[in-house]
């Protein structure tokens, strides 16, 4: 009877065997997208939404707030007052992580250990790219077993290609610095698909060697540099390398900032041209950084690090578009290789306050105030701290009223003028002048004379313009922003998952524990 009963039920547990077995194969992820956010943590993500908030007006009352001076009270009717946020896409996620980001040699890593220890899943000397610690045996990376399983791979960065994150997925090098070396590595490579920013050493640390771009047109490569071959590039063309048509001194984008959106290449639609060149039966990886981050943030500037975020997460938004055509073949994951900057949402100087409204001010990047620095240098060579405060005002917003206007504009705003109480929230304070002045006087100063080794200097200025630097800060503490360094800081940095198997990034776990879980999701395992 016993067996009886087994044979009639067999048919049926056969079935759920396949049953189980095919729903065992659908959670492989064919599509994989990894973003990284360079220097980004919880700090630049965040202060981001509430930029976004405030730059539509939804409803952080910061204009009531700065009216009562911060004083509120029950009867104001605004008791439940809370900080309008504006979230990103990629903060939505269903999966939210954090990782640990130190490496071999140190509690604050630098961008080629941590992008090695995503890459590849190993810890390593800071400076080495996708190598053990002394430089002597290479790591194989999560993209170059994607390939070995069939896969198209694409490479994309805001920086240049060459430089440490995106290196160490498809190189190995012992020193991040060997830009020329790392580049020719692009063919061996194999991969169909590199974009973004173009070559630092285009012919070596010295500029005697073979153009590099003729090495891997060599290497059978196509690579582009203009809009009009970007365009035209379609489903079919692989080993592509395109490049944006402006670049700055360091082969790398502009700050979004500063972009021009008709003639400039964003990282949303590299990414898009990726997903279209890329996209096959067997599936695709790529890995796409917003880089730029991190070197707004080394200059903390605020403003120059938010905009490249919002980019960042507009490029989030194309591959999420693509994982709701293929919800049960795809996985995306965001994150960041370290923190920079220190950056924190509350400075002493506004309290328990924040206005991040205040930061429209700000024009463009500090970079293209630099270059207002040396034109003002060039028509002035003997220019005064007073003659600059108009340009400060046209590209900050930020503006020095004499002290009876300054008894003016607090007299109007008392009795509830708005435009006094903007014209006061943006005016520079004795104490703000005279950093100004200081800074000013140090930029004046050629670079061979000014103390760059004192600690008191570092500390003011780290290795930027003195002057515009010191406005990022003004500016900055203005809205309720401060920063601790010019260099990395310890944080651990998010992980956000959508997609198969996203679950797995939940909780707390270490940078290279990135590498397993994406290998292990996507079956890329050797």
Same mark, same amino acid.
């Given at each position: ?16 065997? %396949? ?6 194969? /659908? ?93 590849? +899943? ?15 045996? +290479? ?52 991969? /169909? ?53 402006? %670049? ?33 039966? /067997? ?126 504009? &607090? ?20 104490? /703000? ?37 010191? %406005?990022?800060?003004? %500016? ?12 990395? &800081? ?37």
């Amino acid at each position: 009877m016993k067996r009886r009963w087994l044979r009639s039920i067999a048919p049926f547990l056969l079935l759920l065997a %396949l049953l189980a077995g095919t729903a065992g194969a /659908e959670q492989r992820a064919k599509y994989v997208f990894l973003f990284i956010g360079d220097g980004t943590s919880f700090p630049q993500r965040n202060v981001t939404e509430y930029f976004l908030a405030a730059r539509k007006d939804t409803s952080t009352l910061e204009p009531q707030i700065a009216k009562a001076e911060g004083k509120i009270r029950l009867d104001d009717g605004i008791a439940d007052f809370k900080p309008a946020i504006d979230h990103l896409l990629m903060n939505t996620f269903p999966a939210q992580g954090l990782s640990s980001t130190y490496s071999f040699n140190s509690l604050i890593t630098d961008s080629s250990s941590s992008g090695t220890a995503i890459a590849t +899943g190993k810890k390593t000397q800071d400076g080495v790219v996708a190598m053990d610690p002394l430089g002597k045996e +290479g790591y194989v990376s999560m993209a170059k077993l994607a390939k070995a399983r069939g896969k198209k791979v694409g490479i994309i960065s805001t920086v240049s290609i060459e430089h440490a994150t995106p290196a160490a997925f498809y190189a190995n090098a012992p020193s991040r610095n060997l830009y020329y070396e790392i580049a020719q590595q692009i063919p061996a490579s194999g991969f /169909e698909y590199f974009a973004g920013g173009g070559f630092k050493q285009p012919k070596g640390s010295k500029k005697d060697q073979k153009d590099v771009a003729e090495i891997i047109r060599e290497g059978g490569y196509k690579v582009y540099n203009t809009r009009e071959d970007f365009d035209k590039l379609k489903k079919g063309d692989e080993k592509v390398v395109t490049i944006n048509p402006a %670049l700055d001194n360091n082969a790398a984008l502009p700050y979004t900032i500063d972009r021009d959106p008709k003639a400039e290449i964003s990282l949303a639609e590299f990414l898009a041209k990726g997903i279209e060149l890329l996209d096959n039966p /067997e599936g695709f990886f790529i890995m796409a950084e917003g880089g730029k981050i991190d070197w707004a943030c080394h200059a903390n500037d605020a403003v120059t690090a938010i905009h490249d975020v919002i980019a960042l997460d507009e490029a989030v938004k194309v591959a999420y578009d693509f994982y709701r055509k293929h919800p049960e073949e795809t996985l995306i994951v965001v994150t960041g290789d370290h923190e920079t900057g220190g950056l924190a949402l509350g400075y002493a100087g506004t309290r328990y306050d924040a206005f991040l409204k205040r930061l429209e001010g700000q024009k463009g990047s500090y970079l293209a105030f630099n270059a207002e620095i040396k034109k003002f240098k060039k028509d002035n060579p003997e220019g005064r701290f007073a003659d600059m405060l108009p340009v400060i005002e046209d590209f900050f917003g930020l503006k020095y009223h004499p002290q009876d206007q300054m008894k003016k504009l &607090s007299e109007a705003a008392a009795k509830g003028d708005p435009d006094a109480v903007a014209a006061l929230e943006m005016a520079l304070t004795d104490y /703000e002048l005279g950093l100004l002045e200081k800074a000013f006087a140090m930029t004046m100063t050629p670079q061979a004379d000014r103390p760059t080794k004192d600690d008191a200097y570092y500390t003011a200025y780290g290795s930027y313009e003195p002057l515009t630097v010191t %406005l990022t800060h003004v %500016l900055n503490h203005k809205a309720g922003i401060a920063w601790t360094s010019f260099s990395h &800081s310890g944080l651990p940095t998010p992980v956000s998952a959508v997609g198969v198997g996203c679950e797995n990034f939940n909780g707390y776990f270490d940078n290279t524990d990135i590498f397993r879980k994406v290998v292990a999701i996507a079956q890329y395992q050797q």
